[in-house]
C-alpha cells in the first residue's frame, strides 16, 4: 500500500491551500485517513481525520478553518486549508488505517510528507 501526498506550498497568512492523498495498491478496506503535521523542534500531530461512513475529527487548532473529505472510490482524501497562520507551518503527513486482506486488521500506512509554509 502507498500513500501519495500532494499539494503542499508556500502562501501567505489568510491564504488558502488543498492536500490532497491517494491510496493504492492491495486495498480491501480504509477504515480512516487522515492527516498530521509536524513542525520543527516539535512532535508529529493529528490535524484531521475521516472515518469510513464520514465521520470527521479535528484538531481544535484547526476547526472552522480547515476542512477533510474521503473520496471512497479513488482511495482520495483531501484537506481544504483555509485562513492559513504563520503556526500552521509543518510539515504534513498523510495517515491511512488500511486493511489488505479478510484475514488481517487495519494497519498504518504514512505518506511522504509535504511541507506547507506560511509566511506572515
Known amino acids: 500500500v502507498q500513500l501519495q501526498a500532494s499539494g503542499g506550498g508556500l502562501v501567505q497568512a489568510g491564504g488558502s491551500l488543498r492536500l490532497s492523498c491517494a491510496a493504492s495498491g492491495s486495498i480491501l478496506r480504509i477504515n480512516r485517513m487522515g492527516w498530521y503535521r509536524q513542525a520543527p523542534g516539535k512532535q508529529r500531530e493529528l490535524v484531521a481525520v475521516?472515518?469510513?461512513?464520514?465521520?470527521?475529527n479535528y484538531a481544535d487548532s484547526v476547526k472552522g478553518r480547515f476542512t477533510i473529505s474521503g473520496d471512497n472510490a479513488k482511495s482520495t482524501v483531501h484537506l481544504q486549508m483555509n485562513s492559513l497562520k504563520p503556526e500552521d507551518t509543518a510539515v504534513y503527513y498523510c495517515n491511512g488505517v488500511v486493511v489488505t486482506s479478510v484475514y488481517s486488521r487495519g494497519y498504518d500506512y504514512w505518506g511522504q510528507g509535504t511541507l506547507v509554509t506560511v509566511s506572515s
Open positions: 475521516i472515518i469510513s461512513g464520514g465521520a470527521t
